[in-house]
């Protein structure tokens, strides 16, 4: 069980359920103590090792290439990445309760090219109102979603790739195929991405204030004990009392919302609402989620793990271009730091399970 995973929903969720017995009375408890407290922190080594190995790999990015961490290209980075940060804070929720969401590409356009077409319309429109009516967009989605899983009891896999091309028909025969350009949106609309608040990136703006909110919300509210819960043992989380059916529902009322959000933000960036926008990005989110140290089993993810995966993964889709490498290897490269994610959290999965079961024999 993962420290996550504690059923206890009052109880703080960084403690082991079973902690190990009498290591003092045993030869080499120094050693001993020593390692159980090194396993039980493995996350944090995990994170560590991730945010060094971004450290390294931005020392090489920036041999090769001088302009990598220049002020400019940072903050280029930074606002690049915001909006797959944002959208990888709903997809930690979904996949610690053991789900996933295929269908926020498709979400995000649906969002963006309704707001596109109403602020086309209507130039008058205050930018708030269009984030309001994305965000609303984006829960509705969730919402169906979330009852298809939860009370249905569809596969997440299956509803939400349902879902996915329900969206994006209904983006085209909203649309008739045709784009809304730069000049058919009010300047205040694309301010909402290209503006800056006190010299900071609005985007990056979005993605703070959504951190702190999720941060808070995960850590500190009882609703978000019951999300680690129902992720660790759904089973058992109904049989102490938690509306398994509700969280779930709400993980993906969540996700939907702030894909609702990223899809408003990605309109206003690029200056153009498209059929097609977001195509396939769901797959970098959940990749960036997975990179972050976010257990595809359930139950176990950090904040600050997402933070980390959203930062590498865009390092990755910054840096690369700047070294001159080929839009082939780019993909063949980020697949491999994708792929050795995945490997090392199952492997860190299993020595924690073992080690669960060492100290049930203590």
């Known amino acids: ?29 120094r050693l001993a103590g020593l390692f159980s407290k090194l396993t039980r922190n493995s996350e944090a080594f995990r994170e560590l090792g991730l945010l060094i190995f971004i450290l390294v790999l931005s020392a090489i990015f920036q041999l090769r290439n001088p302009k990598f961490l220049s002020i400019s290209n940072i903050k280029d980075l930074l606002a690049n990445t915001a909006i797959l940060s944002i959208l990888a804070v709903g997809m930690m929720m979904v996949i610690i309760t053991r789900g996933i969401d295929l269908s926020i590409g498709s979400t995000m356009a649906l969002s963006g090219m309704i707001t596109s077409l109403t602020v086309s319309a209507h130039p008058d429109i205050s930018p708030f109102l269009s984030l309001v009516q994305g965000m609303a967009i984006g829960l509705a989605a969730g919402l169906v979603i979330g009852v298809l899983v939860a009370y249905f009891k569809i596969l997440p896999i299956i509803a939400t790739l349902g879902l996915m091309n329900i969206l994006r028909g209904m983006t085209y025969l909203i649309s008739k195929g045709k784009w809304v350009s730069a000049y058919q949106m009010s300047a205040g609309f694309k301010n909402l991405s290209t503006g800056t608040t006190f010299g900071i990136s609005n985007l990056i703006l979005f993605a ?9 919300f995960i850590n500190q509210t009882r609703t978000g004990r019951y999300i680690y819960a129902v992720g660790s ?30 899809g408003v933000l990605w309109v206003s960036k690029f200056a153009s609402a498209q059929g097609d926008t977001a195509v396939g990005y769901e797959m970098n989110v959940i990749a960036a989620t997975v990179l972050g140290g976010v257990s595809v089993a359930g139950g176990r993810g950090k904040v600050s793990g997402i933070l980390l995966g959203s930062i590498l993964f865009g390092i990755l889709a910054n840096a690369l271009p700047l070294i001159n490498i080929s839009p082939f290897w780019q993909q063949f490269i980020q697949g491999l730091v994708i792929l050795a994610a995945i490997i090392s959290n199952v492997l860190l999965q299993r020595r924690n399970d073992t080690l669960v079961l060492k100290k049930r024999a203590i």
């Open 208 to 216: 703070i204030v959504i951190y702190i909110l999720y941060t808070y």
């Open 233 to 262: 043992s759904p089973d058992t989380a109904e049989l102490i009392g938690i509306k398994r059916k509700r969280i779930v529902l709400l993980v993906y009322a969540l996700m939907g919302l702030l894909a609702g959000l990223a």
């Open 1 to 29: 069980m993962q420290s996550q995973g504690n059923l206890n929903p009052n109880g703080p969720r960084g403690d082991a359920n079973i902690q190990p017995r009498n290591f003092e009375a045993r030869p080499n408890s």
